[in-house]
T-cell receptor, first 115, second 113 residues
Framework: AQSVTQLDSHVSVSEGTPVLLRCNYS??????LFWYVQHPNKGLQLLLKYTSAATLVKGINGFEAEFKKSETSFHLTKPSAHMSDAAEYFC?????????????FGTGTRLQVTL | GAVVSQHPSRVICKSGTSVKIECRSL??????MFWYRQFPKQSLMLMATSNEGSKATYEQGVEKDKFLINHASLTLSTLTVTSAHPEDSSFYIC?????????FGPGTRLLVL
């Protein structure tokens, strides 16, 4: 079975400081992992994805994530937070069932960015 | 690329009526689309997998007669909430699958009075 655990439900950072959103996964096989961002009352936007290529994945808006198999982690980072980064972030693992790839979502981390 | 739209973005209806939500992939074809439900301050819950040309596959606990799904073409899936009740009020989000990645629509907020 596949699962993801987002270790922090809420993270607060000052604008211009680094962002770290933590995610651990559990998967019975080599997983595909994603980070999505959701702004209030909006759908989800794909930030980045890992699909067994390079372990350091660069995404949009300056975000990146590193796949660490030994630690079963896929933490999301950004060197310098911007006010517009304030949103809900979901770590997601994909799994195949039949002919479709389904997603298992983490519980989300709300990122707050202060001046 | 990979843009998914939903219509309407917001709907208010009376208890007992039916509501249809459309999900469209605007610049790609999607054999598979998905419907999710999201409660306030919670994560997304998969309701069903919508397959073009065949019946939808529902997750455990989701009433297929209540939430009717039709995948009429490779770019359109619809979710009809039949005989809606206040407990059906929620944020419904669809996604379309392209190269093993799901791209999400902007969501539809349903309020049943």
């Amino acid at each position: 079975a596949q699962s993801v655990t987002q270790l922090d439900s809420h993270v607060s950072v000052s604008e211009g400081t680094p962002v770290l959103l933590r995610c651990n996964y559990s998967s019975s096989y080599s997983p595909s992992l994603f980070w999505y961002v959701q702004h209030p009352n909006k759908g989800l936007q794909l930030l980045l994805k890992y699909t067994s290529a390079a372990t350091l994945v660069k995404g949009i808006n300056g975000f990146e994530a590193e796949f660490k198999k030994s630690e079963t982690s896929f933490h999301l980072t950004k060197p310098s937070a911007h006010m517009s980064d304030a949103a809900e972030y979901f770590c997601v693992v994909s799994y195949l069932t039949g002919t479709a790839s389904k997603l298992t979502f983490g519980t989300g981390t709300r990122l707050q960015v202060t001046l | 690329g990979a843009v998914v739209s939903q219509h309407p973005s917001r709907v208010i209806c009376k208890s007992g009526t039916s509501v249809k939500i459309e999900c469209r992939s605007l610049d790609f074809q999607a054999t598979t689309m998905f419907w999710y439900r999201q409660f306030p301050k919670q994560s997304l819950m998969l309701m069903a997998t919508s397959n073009e040309g065949s019946k939808a596959t529902y997750e455990q606990g989701v009433e297929k007669d209540k939430f009717l799904i039709n995948h009429a073409s490779l770019t359109l899936s619809t979710l009809t909430v039949t005989s809606a009740h206040p407990e059906d009020s929620s944020f419904y989000i669809c996604s379309a699958s392209l190269s093993e990645t799901q791209y999400f629509g902007p969501g539809t907020r349903l309020l049943v009075l």
